[in-house]
């Protein structure tokens, strides 16, 4: 009795094990349209999701119940100057943590366009300019700034007094005991940290493309054949002729490092933004950069960055090179949100006007010489690199 279970056990474990073969060679996998090479540079976009680093300076980057105040604090009015406006107002998750405008509105009319927030904890610096070395500073300067919150130290610490759940809540975790006696700046400082904490947790999911990396990762035609073949011919276009790769790489398809690509920088008669020149001034100037006494975690590989930065002419007209995710979700594009669609970003940069670039050393961007169809596929491209 027990043999024949022992056999009939192997006759189905060997069918099972034909079955699954003989399966695998009828499928027929798509010709690839992939080197290796160019299968080794689709790797380097992966895998995904991925390791967030904790906020540089911030005790209270990772912690559940930071998080959570944080996560309240994000939508609350009280920390604009006329009560008028929280982060929400312009960073709502239902378009990426971004707003829709082309230019932001706050309290005065901005000349850049809001930012999303997902995966913002990957970034090394802070806005278009990178002008904030971390998540905390980036958190302050918008409450504080004339144009966006207009908000002032005092009346924020005073309002922020008045909130109970704050101070039990850091109580209770064990955070802080005694934040109700800190000092203006001390408490505003803190708040901030934990709306930090809570940016770091918006993270995006999984998209076609990650979908199309894990398939090409595992050698799994079935998956492979999932992901649209004109997604595949853009994606071949984005790694090869058009060198998008080269400033656009790694999971997030973002070097964190600052470029000129040609976008105008006139905001107005005579007036300029300087981009990246402007946000080097910003971060070494800022009382709450790494450097400064609100360091919370003093790591010295993080102060590293903002001790080396230097300002040179060529930082004129730079800007960080933004994210490729959840395009679908941020659109109009660019710092000034120039571009309303991904096939008008397509055309910026296939018809570039090379003349137009300020700073020596981006010799990578150059007209490209792609059909319309070409572009239309690096569109599709783009388009499933959001959830
Ligand atoms: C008036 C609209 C507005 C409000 C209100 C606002 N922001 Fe922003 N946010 C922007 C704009 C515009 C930028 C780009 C700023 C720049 O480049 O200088 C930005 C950029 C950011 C960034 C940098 C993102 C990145 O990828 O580097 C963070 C973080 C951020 N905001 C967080 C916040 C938080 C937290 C609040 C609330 C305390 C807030 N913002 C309130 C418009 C706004
Ligand atoms: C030299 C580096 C570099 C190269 C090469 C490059 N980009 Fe960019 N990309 C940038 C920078 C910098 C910005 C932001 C410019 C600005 O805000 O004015 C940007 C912005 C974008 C945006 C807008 C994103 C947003 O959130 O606003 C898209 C989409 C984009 N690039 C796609 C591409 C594609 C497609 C290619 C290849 C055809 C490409 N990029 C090549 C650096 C580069």
Redesign the pocket.
């Known amino acids: 009795m027990k043999n024949l279970t022992c056999k009939l056990v192997i006759v189905l474990l060997l069918n099972l094990i034909f079955a699954h073969t003989g399966h695998a060679d009828t499928k027929t996998a798509e010709p690839s349209i992939f080197s290796d090479d160019e299968i080794r540079r689709i790797l380097s976009f992966g895998p995904w999701p991925t390791t967030m680093p904790q906020d540089a300076g911030n005790e209270f980057s990772g912690i559940l119940a930071a998080e959570k105040l944080g996560e309240k604090l994000f939508s609350d009015t009280d920390l604009s100057g006329d009560k008028t406006l929280s982060c929400e107002s312009c960073h709502q998750a239902a378009n990426g943590f971004a707003d829709q405008q082309p230019l932001s509105q706050g309290v005065q009319q901005h000349v850049r366009?809001t930012q999303?927030l997902l995966n913002v904890g990957m970034q090394r610096w802070f806005g278009?300019d990178g002008g904030a070395d971390s998540l905390w500073s980036a958190t302050l300067r918008p409450m504080l700034s004339e144009i966006e919150m207009a908000g002032d130290i005092q009346t924020i610490a005073t309002r922020l007094r008045t909130k109970h759940y704050l101070f039990e809540t850091l109580k209770q975790s064990g955070l802080h005991d005694k934040a109700l006696s800190l000092p203006d700046e001390e408490l505003v400082v803190l708040a901030a940290k934990t709306i930090a904490a809570y940016m770091r947790k918006l993270n995006s999911g999984t998209t076609a493309f990650d979908r199309y990396y894990t398939a090409l990762n595992n050698n799994d035609i079935d998956g492979q054949n999932q992901y649209p073949k004109a997604a595949k011919r853009g994606l071949k276009t984005?790694i090869g002729d058009?060198?998008?790769h080269?400033?656009?790489f790694g999971p997030n398809f973002s070097n964190g490092e600052?470029?000129?690509?040609g976008?105008p920088f006139f905001t107005d008669i005579g007036m300029v933004d300087p981009g990246r020149y402007a946000g080097i001034k910003r971060v070494r100037d800022d009382r709450y950069n790494l450097l400064g006494t609100y360091n919370g975690t003093a790591e010295p590989s993080e102060i590293r960055k903002t001790n080396s930065v230097k300002l040179v002419q060529d930082n004129f007209g730079?800007?960080?090179?933004?994210?490729?995710r959840n395009?679908r979700l941020?659109a109009p594009?660019?710092?000034?949100g120039s571009?309303s669609t991904?096939r008008e970003?397509?055309d910026a940069?296939?018809d570039i006007d090379t003349s137009r670039l300020h700073s020596k050393g981006?010799s990578?961007?150059k007209p490209?010489d792609l059909s319309n169809s070409q572009r239309n596929d690096?569109v599709e491209f783009?388009q499933t690199l959001t959830e």
């Open positions: 366009n999303g278009w984005f058009a060198n998008c080269v400033c656009h600052f470029h000129d690509i976008r730079q800007w960080r090179t933004p994210s490729l395009l941020t594009y660019m710092h000034d571009l991904l970003v397509v940069y296939a981006e990578i961007l490209l690096l783009l």
